[in-house]
Structure formats: C-alpha cells, structure tokens
C-alpha cells in the first residue's frame, strides 16, 4: 500500500516552454500533499505544500506564479513550471500524506527528471 | 537558522558489520525524526520515525537513536549487506505542519 506516482519520470523541454508534472495516490486519499526540488548531491528541498481543494502554500523565495501547483481531488496534485528556463533543471519529487496525524508518513513518489535546453 | 548536518563524505564498509550513520541539528525542536532511503534517480523510501519522548527505535536490522539533548540522531545498519548501498537521509519534522526538513544524506556502500 502507500503507493505514489508521478508523470512524467523525465521530461526535456526548450527553455520558455511549460512543463506539468502529475502527482498520484494511487491507494489512498491524500488530503495533503508536498512538493521538493533537488539538485545533485543537495537535500530535497520543500517548495511548496498542496491541501486538497486550497491554494497551495509556498515556502519562501519560492515563485508562485512560476511553479503553479493544483490539488483538485483527493488523489492527484498537478505542479506546472512556467516559462522554464535551464536554471529550472532539478529532480522534482512529490510526497502524500494521509493527513490523519500530523506525524503521518511522507510517502514519495519516484520523482521527474526535467532538462531545460 | 535551522540547520541539519550528515556525514557528507561517503561511508564506505565491509559487508557484514555494522554501519553508523549521524544526523546533528541546531536551532531547531523537532517533534519527530525520519530516516529514508534514496537510491540514485528515485524518491526517497520511509525507513524509520522516532519522536522526541523515545529514545530508540528498532526495525529488523535497523536502529535508531534520538538525543534531543545532543541534537543527535544515530542510525544503525547491523549486518550491512551489498544490497543496503544507497544514500540515507535524515528529516526532522513539526508537529504543526507536518513539514519535513531534510538533512543533505550520507552515501553508504557496503563492499562484498
């Protein structure tokens, strides 16, 4: 159980282009669900947090209008980056929480690989 | 500001005995403490949880000590085994948030 999945696992895109990447529960309902970043040999870093139905909340030095993320059902969460450039390169990596504790378990999905050209 | 060291220099050890792997912080009370596992290009797997009232944890080989006094946690990999090579995160967490903040990972190999 617990299973998270993201899509896609790698995407190359121009740079200017927009890029989606879904983020799934696929066997449970997933009320809250973050978003990280992480470079090469550096620690994921959070850059936002999605709670089904609510505007995202953003950490900070994070641009909202750039990584627009969506959490319009219990099971899917959408982070876009906009216009990317190649500083936007990283390993985006999405966790789910059932949120019934505040000690849940962050459960990871197998993270997408962008290349900015 | 908040601060999470590990080991960043690689943890290389004999197939068999026991690795050690540390996670120190500063300016920071966390309510409880993670450890994942990340193979290269994926995301992170659960390991282990402990909060800050349990001194230790056990799981199969696994161990997991927590010293909020020292700010410290230790995690222990008894009878390491090729297969356990990977990078091993440590995350603090806030009760009120439900936020983690990771720790930069250390690299484990286990030679045969």
């Known amino acids: 159980g617990a299973v998270v999945s993201q899509h896609p696992s790698w995407v190359i895109c121009k740079s200017g282009t927009s890029v989606k990447i879904e983020c799934r529960s696929l066997?449970?309902?997933?009320?809250?669900m973050f978003w990280y970043r992480q470079f090469p040999k550096q620690s994921l870093m959070l850059m936002a947090t999605s709670n089904e139905g609510s505007k995202a909340t953003y950490e900070q030095g994070v641009e909202k209008d750039k990584f627009l993320i969506n959490h319009a059902s219990l099971t899917l969460s959408t982070l876009t980056v906009t216009s990317a450039h190649p500083e936007d390169s990283s390993f985006y990596i999405c966790s789910a929480t059932s949120g019934l504790s505040s000690t849940d378990t962050q459960y990871f999905g197998p993270g997408t690989r962008l290349t900015v050209l | 500001s908040q601060k999470i060291e590990q080991n960043s220099e690689a943890l290389n050890i004999q197939e068999g005995k026991t690795a050690t792997l540390t996670c120190n912080y500063t300016n920071y009370s966390p309510a409880y403490l993670q450890w994942y596992r990340q193979d290269p290009g994926r995301g992170p797997v659960f390991l282990l949880l402990?909060?800050?009232?349990?001194k230790e944890k056990r799981k199969e080989r696994l161990k997991v000590t927590f010293d909020t006094t020292l700010k410290q946690s230790l995690f222990h990999i008894t009878a390491s085994q090729p297969a356990d090579s990977a990078t091993y995160l440590c995350a603090l967490g806030s009760s009120n948030t439900g936020k983690l903040i990771f720790g930069q990972g250390t690299t484990l190999q286990v030679k045969p």
């Open positions: 402990i909060r800050e009232n349990e």
């Open positions: 066997d449970f309902q997933a009320t809250t």
